[in-house]
């Protein structure tokens, strides 16, 4: 009797034991859990505060005074002249209109330009080109983009006349007064639907043109893409989560956003622009997985190894009207889209300097 109460003293010992032992591990594996998870979440903020923290500082508080009426008048006039034209190629004689509207514009400013075909199951459409020589007498050359093309048959105001009309005005102020290195100015068809991110995307047709060409050395290309909406209302701006916990909550900023691969070129264009303007602007420079970061054309230079960003004014995350038949003229905020224009000047002109 006694040896049978003593082996079951012994077992129960030994199950106390075991209890013991096994806890401590779960304890162990649970504080080594806590800490990898705490590990995991501070390297992914601290990779996230890398992706947007960019040279200077953003400018805070009301606008300076600040005298754009002409300014205003010429980006209005261009805007209104190609919302008049549904600029797609379900239209195609709007389309072929749209094209002759960028060449006379030019022509107007003194500048040559030639068309570049972009072949589609439709026929072709064409990129309008501008060259402005530089006065180094160099391959280096800086793209400028805008996309002419609508959504379906969007009036198409802010996406993306107003990406067309700043790359108009900064061609006829750097046509006055070039800078060292050449301007290329590009007015893409096809950004939109069904040929985004396709062989029959305008940008990624001139981009391949550019990866051959020995006659140019493209050192960077800026996509302007809606340019003219702001709000500085309260809880007007959206993001990807989780960056709404780096940037404001009012839509009232410039954003200069390309890739991670290509960091240095929306690192120094967010310091130039902050150094330079009396304007809010903000950089990010993330992930492929962030798929938005590629939304227009800069995406077509990416594939050839071109530094690349997009200047947006970060359409659908603030811009309701984006891609419906609210996107016209009266939606755009006139003194603030020629802020950014003029802003866009020393940004171009610093990279002479590179």
Sequence with gaps: MLRCQSNAADSTIEILQMS????????????????????????????????TTMPGTPYEGELPAKNTIELQKRLERDVLSLTQLRRNYSKPD??????????????GLGLESTRQAVPTERGDAFNVIAIIPGTAKTKDTLVIGAHYDTYASTPGADDNASGVAGGLELARVFKDKPAAKNLLFVFYA????????????????????????????????FSLEM?????????????PPPLDSFYPDRGDFIAFVGSMSYRDIVTFSTGVFRDSVDFPAYGFAGPGFI??????????????????????????????NYH????????????????????LEPVFRAFDER
């Design 20 to 51: 013991t032992v096994t806890m401590a591990k779960i304890k162990n594996v649970l504080i080594l859990l806590t800490v990898s998870l705490l590990v995991i979440g501070l390297s992914f903020w601290l990779f996230l505060y890398w992706c």
């Design 94 to 107: 709007e389309y072929e209109s749209s094209v002759a509207f960028i060449e006379a514009r030019l022509a």
């Design 190 to 221: 096809n950004e939109e639907p069904p040929y985004f991110q396709t062989e029959g995307m305008g940008s990624l047709v001139h981009a391949k043109s550019l990866a051959n060409d020995p006659n140019i050395k493209a050192i960077g290309m």
């Design 227 to 239: 340019l003219g909406y702001y709000d500085t209302a309260p809880n007007t701006q959206n993001y």
């Design 291 to 320: 798929r938005a970061i590629g939304f227009s054309d800069q995406w077509s230079y990416w594939q050839v190894g071109i530094p690349a960003l997009m200047v947006t004014d970060t359409a659908f995350f603030r811009n309701d």
């Design 324 to 343: 419906t038949s609210g996107d016209t003229p009266d939606t755009l905020d006139w003194d603030r889209f020629a802020r950014v224009v003029e802003g």
